[in-house]
């Protein structure tokens, strides 16, 4: 499975973005994905997750302002940022895994198998 990020870029505060993971090879409408970004000096955080098997779950720092989405028939993920914030400023990275995760672990790093390369994100004042 290969997983190709885009959309990234730079926006001022209050300003919006979707990013875009298109997935090619080995991959069914019943794989959990999700978005995590990383900022420099820190350790890469869950942002959001979609599942067909339960409700989209976000981290509390993005609720209200992200929606995550995908489209089956295009075989990609989306992630819709409104109201950014300069603390939203980081690399974010598409996740996805053959089949489905249990709802407690879909926030976690490692229950991801295939992720992106990663799209800069950079909102300024």
């Known amino acids: 499975v290969q997983l190709q990020a885009s959309g990234g870029g730079s926006v001022q505060v209050g300003g919006s973005l979707r990013l875009s993971c298109a997935a090619s090879?080995?991959?069914?409408?019943?794989?959990?994905m999700a978005w995590f970004r990383q900022a420099p000096g820190k350790e890469r955080e869950f942002v959001a997750a979609?599942?067909?098997?339960?409700?989209?779950m976000y981290a509390e720092s993005v609720k209200g302002r992200f929606t995550i989405s995908r489209d089956n028939a295009k075989n990609t993920m989306y992630l819709q940022m409104n109201s950014l914030k300069p603390e939203d400023t980081a690399v974010y990275y598409c996740?996805?895994?053959?089949?489905?995760?249990?709802?407690?672990?879909?926030?976690?790093?490692?229950?991801?198998?295939?992720w992106g390369q990663g799209t800069q994100v950079t909102v300024s004042s």
């Open positions: 996740a996805r895994r053959n089949g489905r995760i249990v709802t407690s672990s879909r926030n976690r790093v490692e229950s991801y198998e295939y």
């Open positions: 090879g080995r991959t069914s409408s019943g794989d959990d």
């Open positions: 979609i599942s067909m098997f339960s409700s989209n």
